[in-house]
């Protein structure tokens, strides 16, 4: 049963915008935190940013004044609108709990960034 599915990736220059979305289940959505997580070749999965119920943010370094996670409560969606891309950024793109489950991990969303 798929519980979070992640979308919005694609093909996008150094310096351009995406906007990735992440729909949960109502059970995950209205009980957990939901945070956004990133593998890059060769690297492990690391964690770039993250929202509580109450909308409070956490996001890693790396993310900080260029990414913005928020929630839409209606559709049970959390984005990452990630501005100021940089080739760096590229990976899969997964959204989980905060902090993650190992069942929730899903097939994520291809991000990559390249002139």
């Known amino acids: 049963q798929v519980q979070l599915v992640e979308s919005g990736g694609g093909l996008v220059q150094p310096g351009g915008s995406l906007r990735l979305s992440c729909l949960a289940s109502g059970s995950i959505f209205n009980e957990y935190a939901i945070g956004w997580y990133r593998q890059a070749p060769g690297k492990q999965r690391e964690f770039v940013a993250s929202?509580?119920?109450?909308?409070?943010?956490n996001s890693a370094d790396s993310a900080k004044g260029r990414f913005t996670i928020s929630r839409d409560n209606a559709k049970n969606t959390v984005y990452l609108q990630m501005n100021s891309l940089k080739t760096d950024d590229t990976a899969v793109y997964y959204c989980?709990?905060?902090?993650?489950?190992?069942?929730?991990w899903g097939q994520g969303t291809q991000v990559t960034v390249s002139s």
């Open positions: 929202i509580t119920k109450l909308g409070r943010t």
């Open positions: 989980n709990t905060a902090p993650p489950f190992r069942i929730y």
